[in-house]
Structures are given as structure tokens and as C-alpha cells.
């Protein structure tokens, strides 16, 4: 893939991420913060599906970011086409790994077995 | 009534006396210290500063400090100048720490009695002061630093390509590049990434890219466009901050990225 393209996907990721992870923060002030890190609080926003979609987004949007940026950055660390390649590849597999787990995790909780 | 004379004659009238003449402005050679890295690769010997004491005027550049080293007090110091007048591009190199023009730096304008020169860094040492200028000059060559047109204007019969002050403009002030190395040395990407472009490259990219009459857009932007390309600038401007001819490679880069992410046609 173009490096354009990856980048532009960086930077939407980041925008998307931006305004997601706020709506975020600002439903935690709907009620008092510590009241919303209560256990059934917290399973309740897994359990309603709107909100459980919207961290499933977050969850993919911090993940694509967070790993490109760390690709970036040990690409500029070192050189040579073994390691980039491996770079490349394993910021893709991580990136896949930890989605994968994250949905898990969101799926789990939204049917309620834990 | 000869007394009454006499006394005027002493006494010349005021509007007549001539100031008495300015002392002579000399200014004393003042002595500074300048201290020379001196290194040779190729015989793996650790580098180390040499000192020396100069005489300089409040005109004396750096190069002259230098030069001034090599007639009197020591040959073997390497370095690289020719033209003196900051239009050659070849004395780059750190001036207390700072990436300079030697040429082009007066040691009055340092504000120091210890002035340290250095080889520039992110670039391959030869000797001393002098550098490899071979992956500058590969990178430079890459960017297709020239028109691409097929209806070349010296064909017979062929008509002059039209360009407006306006079109001139967007690429005027970064055809002013000497190739002197300076940004890319302060660059700190290419501190870590060597096989970045580099923000001269990249400047000389926008150069003919912004050019109205060139057609080789799109081969230079799939050129810059890669993973050690223009992606890897982070903006910390250090390149502009040290063009000695105003170039501003910084904003060309930024400019470059418009065509990429679709914002410039």
C-alpha cells in the first residue's frame, strides 16, 4: 500500500478517534464518575448496543493509529528490508491481535457471560 | 587698535573652526580561540578538537579563521570552500553547534572568544570538516531536478512556455537551493532514518513539481511517496531555521503533501 494512503488512514483514524473518545469521556458525565465505573454500570454500556458499536469503533480506530504509529516510529529507529519488512508485518498482526481480543472482550460482556 | 586685532586673530570665529580630527578608528586584532574537530575515518582515529589562537577582525568570517589555521599554523586541517561568498554551497558545516555557511558567518556575529567548528552530522565525515556530499547529491539527482516537458521550448518553431509572475512565484524561493547539506544535517529525522529524502530533496520535489511548466508530477510525487519519504517529516522546521539563502524547505514539504493528500492540484 502507498504511504499516502496509509497515512491518510492514520490521520482519519485519529480525527475519528478524537471525537469518539470525547462523546466517550462526556458519557461519563452523565452520572457521578466514580458511579460510572461501578461494575453494572459498566457492564450496562456493553449491554446497550449503540454505545457497545461505538467502542467497538474506538477500539478499531486506536488500534489502526496506535500501531502504524509505532510502525513509523521503529522505522525511523533502524533501517535495512528484513526489519522493515518484519515491522510492517508485525504492526499488522499486533494490530490484528488486539482487536480481535478487544471484541472478544466487548462481545463477551454484551451478552453477559463473563 | 593693533591689541584689539591682534586678540581677534587669536580668537578665530567660532563658525570657522574645523572639529579636530577623529583619532584613527584601528580596531585591534582580537585574538579568539578556535577550536578545530579534527577526525579521518579511515584510520578509525577517535575524534578530537585541536586549538588554535587567531587574530580576527571584526570582519573576519570563520572560513578566514580556518584558512588563517591552514597557511599559518597547522596545512593538514581539511575543508572544503570555494567561491567565499555563500553562493558555492561547499563550507558547510557546525559552527558552535549550529549548521553554518563558514563563508557566510562573521565570528564577530558569535558573540564568543571559543568558536568550535564541527563536520555537519547526518553526513558521512571524509576529514575534519570535510563531508560526503554522495548521498545528497544521489537524492538530489532522484527528484528529477529539472523540467519534465515534451514540447521542449528550444525546439524549432516551438512557442515559449507561458509563466506569470504568480506562477513564478510559487516556486521561486525554493530555486534559491546552494545544495550546501545544512538542513539536512540540522534535520533530527535524518538523524535516525538515513534513508530519508531529506528536507533538501524534498524542497527540490516542490521546486519542479510547482513548476507550470513541468509534467513529471506524478513520477516525483511516487518518488517522495514511500516509507522513508515525505511522511517521515515531523515538522520541526530545524532545516528552515538554518537555510542560509531563505529557502525554506519546511514549507515545501508541507506544500508537497498538499498535492498527496488531494488538497493541491
Not at chain 2, 560526503?132 to 521550448?153: A, C, R, V, Y
Amino acid at each position: 500500500m502507498r504511504e499516502s494512503i496509509i497515512m491518510k488512514i492514520h490521520y482519519g483514524t485519529a480525527l475519528g478517534a478524537v471525537a469518539l473518545v470525547a462523546v466517550h469521556i462526556l458519557m461519563r458525565l452523565s452520572q457521578k464518575f466514580s458511579d460510572s465505573l461501578q461494575y453494572q454500570n459498566v457492564l450496562a454500556n456493553y449491554h446497550f448496543l449503540p454505545y457497545a458499536l461505538m467502542l467497538e469503533v474506538i477500539l478499531v480506530l486506536l488500534s489502526v493509529h496506535g500501531f502504524n504509529g509505532l510502525r513509523v516510529i521503529l522505522l525511523e529507529l533502524k533501517q535495512g528490508a528484513t526489519y522493515e519488512r518484519a515491522i510492517n508485518y508485525g504492526s499488522i498482526a499486533a494490530m490484528a491481535i488486539l482487536i480481535a481480543y478487544g471484541s472478544r472482550t466487548i462481545l463477551m460482556a454484551g451478552m453477559g457471560i463473563s | 587698535m593693533a591689541a584689539i586685532t591682534a586678540s581677534r586673530e587669536e580668537k578665530p570665529e567660532p563658525t570657522k573652526q574645523t572639529p579636530p580630527p577623529a583619532p584613527a578608528v584601528e580596531s585591534a586584532p582580537k585574538t579568539i580561540t578556535l577550536r578545530i574537530s579534527r577526525s579521518n575515518p579511515s584510520e578509525n582515529s577517535a575524534a578530537k578538537f585541536d586549538e588554535f589562537q587567531i587574530p580576527v577582525q571584526k570582519w573576519t568570517t570563520v572560513l578566514e579563521a580556518i584558512l588563517h589555521v591552514k597557511q599559518n599554523l597547522d596545512h593538514s586541517v581539511a575543508v572544503r570552500y570555494s567561491c567565499r561568498q555563500a553562493s558555492c554551497g561547499s563550507c558547510g558545516m557546525k559552527i558552535n553547534g549550529r549548521p553554518r555557511l563558514a563563508c557566510y558567518t562573521k565570528v564577530s556575529e558569535l558573540d564568543s572568544n571559543v568558536i568550535t567548528v564541527e563536520p555537519m552530522s547526518n553526513f558521512p565525515i571524509i576529514r575534519d570538516l570535510a563531508v560526503d556530499f554522495k548521498q545528497l547529491f544521489s537524492t538530489h539527482k532522484k527528484m528529477k531536478p529539472f523540467i519534465i516537458n515534451e514540447g521542449s521550448e528550444v525546439q524549432p518553431g516551438a512557442k515559449e512556455f507561458i509563466q506569470t509572475p504568480n506562477d513564478l512565484e510559487k516556486f521561486l524561493q525554493f530555486s534559491y537551493c546552494i545544495k550546501c547539506g545544512l538542513c539536512n544535517s540540522a534535520c533530527p529525522t535524518m538523524a535516525t532514518d538515513k534513508s530519508f529524502i531529506g528536507p533538501q530533496g524534498l524542497a527540490q520535489a516542490y521546486r519542479y513539481t510547482a513548476d507550470n511548466r513541468d509534467e513529471g508530477k506524478k513520477g516525483r510525487l511516487k518518488i517522495v511517496d514511500q516509507s522513508h519519504g515525505i511522511w517521515r517529516c515531523h515538522f520541526a522546521g530545524s532545516c528552515s531555521n538554518v537555510c542560509p539563502k531563505g529557502v525554506d524547505p519546511a514549507m515545501a514539504i508541507q506544500l508537497l503533501r498538499g498535492y498527496l493528500l488531494g488538497f493541491r492540484k
